[in-house]
């Protein structure tokens, strides 16, 4: 379990744990990895925070050898080192807990911790390596807090105890070096608390933890050292002591170039959605909303701030009929959903309602389809559109070439397939539709997400014309500039909750930044 | 009493001459399907390989020779499977279906063009095929009453093939079971992620189980044209590679009920040769394709759910792609 290195041998200073220098790494024409450099103090839990998507998780893999570096160094204890392969992360004393856990249901827990490693203790058989492994993992069981039944079926455990699996996995291959991947999503607050428990005696035990996470209270509760990374770049290396949640959030969301939005106040009309003690639970009783209540009036934005993952998916995913509330219950216009009056989306549509999807690739349209198809995607059935079971000819492409001219799709061709287009006409075509239908609410998640500047400016002026006109819009980003640029009034939100609503002159970065850290 | 007892020991005599090849393809389809990949094409690597197996031994009348020539045959194919479905990550169905339409053309093709007898090959004699195997003392314990027809007709006078695929399914079972393979193997169909992160190639599993696959198939087609049968006949499997794959789906991807289900599709196979035409009171005359039809009925009523439940592989026919 413990290497001794020449460093320490020699009796300064040990060398850190891990010391990445210069890390690239690029997805086509992504770059998750910008010139990473980190380095980790053997024996202390280090946090790595940033937003979905800021790269956090292709630098683990990284460093788990799931992908190469395209460029820069890695030192693990103080020696350079090339990991090619997860074998190679593995003999490096590098174990990791993934986010989804690599465990092989069907199995037991014994069949799992081996798999792979079946010939560590030299026995015979399997069946004699289970029972050499078997002594071997009560007592790193023991020391470290993690008791579990050996014969239980994975399947039948809970969450909780399958990451204590995944944990004792990785002692047992002899990782002195934890990568954990955003460990609590899954877990409820006890079993959290229980995990931290765990990692308190890793530390004490000598391991070295690399924590990712994008939840703040997690890392000012557990960490040592944290590191924050932004849009594939690592922005600020910081001791958790010495920072604060309302720091990191500043760091993890940035400052983005302000856009000309020319927004102006408006007249609000009547009520035309209350939300009222809104919950939803998840599977293994994880919650995901905590009674959410607002009011959504005519005329107005209203903005949902939050650091992603938060509860903002699940919430429109409840207010546009995808999925049942578990409890509380949606007014729109007089009709009533709830757990017991639940409404499909098509049911929630024909109430007026339009939902431009946080994913558009995923939900949003078909990527296969031409833009014509994608462009009446749930609208199919519409008068517009004739009423014989045919469409008439060239409806499609008319209706969606129209939409093109309204909205500014490039290139304006209702035959090209979806994927051809850039993210920004992507996200113009889903508006497009959604915008078309005249609702009366309309539920926006993150608008902006990969769009250029210039759409970026087009779609702001979209949403305060629909707003001007009469619409009532909720509008859901983890851009916090976006938020504060658009909304008439903010509802920030923290673990599935909200931290409350502010009207919009009361609205600035650092009051909002200390709502979604959950610190008000 | 006497008559009825040899007739009933004749069928299951038969029964087990039916199922070898099912055996055989059945455990080819366990370790295949076990890693995560389908295979359909037991079908056409067994046909593929008894025309490979019956021409060789035409050739050379070297019945070994010809086994050997048929698995290599058969694992050829299985290689072709694994580097459409493995390494290009294509469709596991279609890949098996191309090589079942392959092997059922170019065996004909191939047939006419090498011993010009319609698609068939030269009838094998003698020693050019796996013959009989008479169990010592065979004739001598005939005559004891009741058990010495078990042992002269049940037991002794099957080929070597018959023997080696319940041999096949002991020792699947055990290697499937017991073996650190095994347990790999196991894992790749249930989480390929949790093998990868272990640090084992998926790849390289998923390819040896097929390599696999395809010995075994291999021995089946070799067993139908000179074992079992006497040459090479067009279309010989009949769908034989089919009812294998039921049997593994029936016996839940599991070597012993894989084996029991086998045995009761012989069994079935065996039982509708022998009462094609038999009256029998009050169901009166017997239909031998209904018999036929009931490994796939039971089949579909068994994956509908209504006997049992089939669990496959969780990963099965899942490509493995490293999530980004």
Redesign the interface.
């Known amino acids: 379990m413990t290497k001794t290195t020449q460093h320490n041998a020699r009796g300064g200073t040990p060398p850190p744990a891990i010391a990445l220098s210069g890390i690239s790494k690029t ?1 086509g024409a992504v770059r998750a990895n910008d010139d990473i450099a980190l380095t980790v103090t053997p024996g202390h839990i280090h946090g790595i925070v940033g937003e979905n998507g800021a790269g956090k998780s ?1 630098l683990v893999s990284i460093l ?1 050898g ?2 190469q570096a395209d460029s820069g160094d890695i030192a693990i204890n103080g020696q350079k080192v090339q990991i090619k ?3 190679d ?2 003999k490096l004393g590098i174990g ?1 807990v ?1 986010q ?1 856990f ?6 037991t827990v014994l ?2 911790i ?6 560590r203790k030299g026995g015979k ?3 004699d ?1 289970i029972a050499l492994a078997r002594q071997e993992l009560s007592n790193l069981a023991q020391q470290y807090g993690l008791e579990v039944d050996f014969d239980a079926l994975v399947a039948d455990l809970s969450v909780g105890l399958q990451q204590r699996v995944e944990i004792l996995k990785t002692l047992y ?1 002899g990782a002195n070096i934890l990568i954990l991947d955003e460990p609590t999503g899954v877990l409820t607050p006890q079993e959290t608390d229980q995990l931290f428990e765990i990692l308190a005696t890793l530390r004490q035990q000598g391991v070295t933890v690399l924590l990712i996470t994008h939840k703040l209270r997690e890392i000012m509760a557990i960490t040592d050292d944290v590191s924050v990374m932004r849009g594939g770049k690592m922005v600020a290396h910081l001791t958790t002591a010495k920072t604060s949640p309302e720091e990191l959030a500043e760091l993890m969301v940035g400052r983005q170039v302000l856009i000309n939005a020319d927004f102006h106040d408006a007249e609000k009309g009547e009520v035309c959605l209350v939300a009222d003690n809104i919950t939803l639970t998840g599977d293994g009783g994880i919650p995901l909303l905590r009674g959410i209540s607002f009011d959504l009036r005519a005329g107005e934005i209203l903005g949902v701030a939050g650091v992603s993952g938060n509860g903002q998916t699940e919430l429109l995913e409840v207010l546009s009929g995808i999925t049942p509330p578990t409890s509380g219950e949606i007014n729109i216009g007089g009709q009533v959903i709830g757990a017991h009056q639940p409404a499909t989306p098509n049911d929630v549509k024909n109430l007026g309602l339009a939902h431009v999807p946080e994913d558009r690739h995923a939900m949003g349209m078909v990527l296969p389809f031409s833009a014509a198809e994608s462009a009446v995607l749930g609208y199919e059935r519409q008068a517009a559109l004739g009423d014989s079971i045919w469409f008439g000819p060239d409806l499609l492409q008319n209706h969606c070439a129209e939409l093109m001219q309204d909205y500014d799709i490039r290139p304006a061709d209702p035959a090209l397939k979806c994927n051809l287009f850039s993210g920004g006409n992507q996200q113009k075509l889903v508006l497009a539709r959604e915008m078309s239908a005249a609702p009366k609410i309309l539920l926006v998640g993150q608008p902006t997400r990969g769009v250029d500047i210039g759409a970026i400016e087009f779609i702001y002026q979209r949403l305060i014309a629909m707003r001007d006109q009469g619409c009532a819009i909720l509008l859901v980003s983890v851009e916090l500039d976006e938020i504060l640029t658009l909304s008439d009034r903010v509802m920030v939100m923290n673990n599935g909750a909200s931290m409350g609503i502010v009207d919009k002159k009361d609205a600035d970065a650092q009051s909002i930044g200390l709502m979604m850290a959950g610190v008000v | 009493m006497e008559g009825l007892w040899l007739q009933f020991l004749l069928t299951i005599d038969a029964t087990l001459r039916v199922a070898t090849p099912l055996i055989l393809c059945a455990m080819a389809g366990i370790f295949s399907e076990r890693s995560g990949i389908i295979d359909i094409s037991l079908e056409g690597k067994m046909l593929m390989s008894a025309f490979a197996a019956a021409s060789v031994a035409a050739v050379t009348g070297q019945p070994w020779l010809a086994l050997l020539v048929a698995i290599g045959v058969s694992v050829f194919l299985s290689l072709i499977h694994g580097f459409a479905c493995i390494t290009h990550r294509g469709n596991q169905v279609v890949s098996g279906l191309a090589i079942n339409i392959l092997a059922s053309g170019l065996t004909v093709t191939l047939g006419i063009a090498f011993f010009a007898q319609g698609g068939q090959t030269p009838f094998l004699k003698g020693d050019q095929r796996f013959s009989p195997i008479t169990l010592p003392f065979a004739d001598t314990l005939r005559d004891i009453p009741f058990l010495g027809p078990i042992y002269a007709e049940v037991i002794s006078g099957h080929n070597i093939i018959v023997w080696i695929a319940l041999l096949a399914v002991v020792v699947t079972s055990l290697v499937m079971m017991r073996t650190r393979f095994g347990l790999r193997l196991r894992a790749v169909g249930e989480k390929p992620e949790a093998v990868d992160t272990a640090g084992i190639s998926v790849v390289l599993m998923r390819y040896q189980a097929v390599l696999i696959a395809g010995v075994l198939c291999g021995i089946a087609g070799a067993y139908l044209s000179i074992a079992h049968g006497a040459g090479f006949v067009r279309e010989m499997t009949a769908g034989k590679g089919y009812i294998a794959l039921a049997a593994m789906i029936f016996g839940n991807w599991r070597p012993l009920q894989a084996l029991y289900a086998c045995l009761m599709f012989g069994f079935l196979d065996a039982v509708a040769a022998r009462v094609q035409g038999l009256e029998l009171p009050l169901i009166g005359e017997v239909s031998s394709d209904l018999i036929l039809a009931l490994p796939y009925v039971l089949t579909v009523i068994f994956l509908a759910g209504f006997i049992g439940r089939a669990t496959p592989p969780a990963s099965i026919g899942v490509p493995y792609v490293k999530e980004r």
């Open positions: 997805f292709t788990y799931f992908y392969s997860t074998a992360a593995i990791m993934h989804h690599m465990l092989v249901p069907t199995f069949e799992n081996i798999l792979g490693h079946e010939h058989s399997l069946d390596e291959r």
